[in-house]
């Protein structure tokens, strides 16, 4: 982000892109936006004070490879047609009831007498 023109959430999706398992947890995405709305201005003015000769094109440029393979791999899951026709009128299966164990009651079963003794 900071010598990219790339805002955090485009910053997450070229990561995406890069390494599809990616999946930072919300603490980090609030981070990396707070750091977006406060602090990022700031770096990019002091790495241009820095480093006044370095243009960074080819990281952009590298960013917007990955920014693209990110969205060339997310895919909008629409059923395919022919699954559609096939499936058409039927009504999804019934999912299979489990089955309570009951503890035998002492009714039930074969009943053992005991002689007591006299």
């Known amino acids: 982000m900071s010598v990219t ?7 997450l999706k070229a990561v ?8 930072p ?5 609030k981070q990396l936006h707070e750091y977006e ?7 990019r003015k002091r790495l241009r004070q820095k480093f006044p000769r370095e243009s960074f094109c080819e990281d952009e440029q590298e960013c917007r490879k990955l920014l693209a393979a990110y969205h ?4 909008p899951l629409e059923p395919s047609p022919s699954i559609c026709r096939r499936t058409q009128g039927l009504t999804p299966p ?3 009831r489990r089955r309570r164990h009951r503890s035998p009651s002492p009714s039930a079963g074969p009943s053992t007498s005991y002689a007591r003794p006299p």
Do not use: Y
């Open 94 to 96: 019934s999912s299979p």
């Open 25 to 29: 947890n919300f603490g980090f995405q």
């Open 5 to 11: 023109s790339l805002n955090w959430r485009e910053a």
């Open 72 to 75: 060339n791999s997310v895919r």
């Open 37 to 43: 709305c406060k602090k990022l201005h700031e770096e």
């Open 16 to 23: 995406r892109g890069a390494r599809s398992i990616a999946n």
